[in-house]
Nanobody, 124 residues
């Protein structure tokens, strides 16, 4: 059973918006930190946003002010609201649950559950 399942990816024009969802198992959702990563073609994976169990958040400079990470405890689902999208946001977005993190950072540090990712394509 896949512990994390992403949805909501797709194609959008620059300036548009998308909201990604990550349905989590109860165990994954209990992780200290949940994160969104992305990997663009030909580039390394980068941390985009993270939220800890207290609801504190951290964003990459490239998305701060445009993306919002949030959690719905009743649905055990992680979200990433993305606005003012540009072509640089084109990537495969993957959610993760880090059971070992002890502070906010845009990287995983402990035993981590992963989803399979969802593609976001932003056209000019």
């Amino acid at each position: 059973q896949v512990p994390l399942v992403e949805s909501g990816g797709g194609s959008v024009e620059a300036g548009g918006s998308l909201t990604l969802s990550c349905a989590a198992s109860a165990y994954s959702f209990s992780a200290n930190c949940m994160l969104w990563f992305r990997q663009a073609p030909g580039k390394e994976q980068e941390g985009v946003a993270t939220i800890d169990s207290n609801g504190r958040t951290l964003y990459a400079d490239s998305v701060r002010g445009r993306f919002i990470i949030s959690k719905d405890h009743s649905k055990t689902t992680l979200y990433l609201q993305m606005t003012s999208l540009n072509t640089e946001d084109t990537a495969k977005y993957t959610c993760a649950a880090d059971h070992g993190c002890s502070g906010l950072r845009l990287a995983f540090v402990g035993p981590t559950d992963w989803g399979r990712g969802t593609l976001v394509t932003v056209s000019p």
